[in-house]
């Protein structure tokens, strides 16, 4: 399919928990856009249940990936983030991602991966107001806006900042 974002890999994380349309709505727009998406879980081929029973297979292993095959990874949210960040695979690749300059993208709860990662010190960021604490003790400068774009970090806050969100990830991705 041709788009904006053709030639584009993209990666994103899922487990069990996660918010359904944090991981949906993105998938499917970077896909109308041309993106290759992968969802990539603790086991390949593991279909794994959203906050709202809505299943996503895992077509991939976050042990078996490369950082240099994608062009940014994108974070949903839900409580998969606080599992997740244990994975030292999962800060791995995102830490490989952002200090390449490579696009991180994260919305509601997802910033706990990033957190953990180590990447947040001195960005400016959103995030569900649940982890606005964890983010500025973490050195982010939490700004309570539907996007928030700051160099290489894009953030968002809930499901209704989703098409912001996009919008802002297709727009980076696109230049």
């Known amino acids: 399919m041709k788009g904006k974002l053709s ?3 993209i990666l994103m ?3 069990d928990l996660y918010e359904d349309l944090e991981l949906w709505y993105p998938k499917l727009r970077m896909t109308e856009e041309g993106a290759d ?5 603790k086991e390949k081929g593991k279909v794994y249940s ?4 809505y299943p996503c297979r895992a077509y991939a292993s976050f ?10 990874l994108i ?12 994975e030292e695979n999962v800060l791995k690749l995102t830490r490989n991602i952002f200090k390449s300059g490579k696009l991180v993208a994260h919305i509601c709860h997802a910033g706990w991966i990033p957190i953990s990662a180590g990447i947040m010190k001195g960005f400016k ?4 107001p649940g982890i606005k604490d ?10 309570d806006e539907p996007v928030v774009v700051d160099r290489n970090m894009i953030s968002s806050r809930r499901p209704d900042d989703l098409p912001d969100f996009c919008k802002a990830i297709i727009d980076y991705l696109s230049k």
């Not at 959203?50 to 029973?53: A, D, S, V």
């Not at 974070?75 to 244990?86: H, N, Q, V």
């Not at 960021?125 to 569900?128: E, G, I, K, R």
Request: glycine fraction near 12%; hydrophobic fraction near 35%; include cysteine.
């Open 7 to 9: 030639g584009k890999n």
């Open 75 to 86: 974070i949903p949210g839900g409580f998969a983030p606080d599992k997740l960040r244990r």
């Open 125 to 128: 960021c959103t995030s569900t």
């Open 13 to 15: 994380f899922v487990d």
């Open 134 to 143: 964890d983010l500025t003790n973490a050195g982010a400068i939490w700004i």
């Open 37 to 41: 998406v992968v969802v990539a879980g």
């Open 63 to 72: 042990d078996e990936l490369n950082d240099k095959d994608f062009d940014a």
């Open 50 to 53: 959203g906050k709202h029973t």
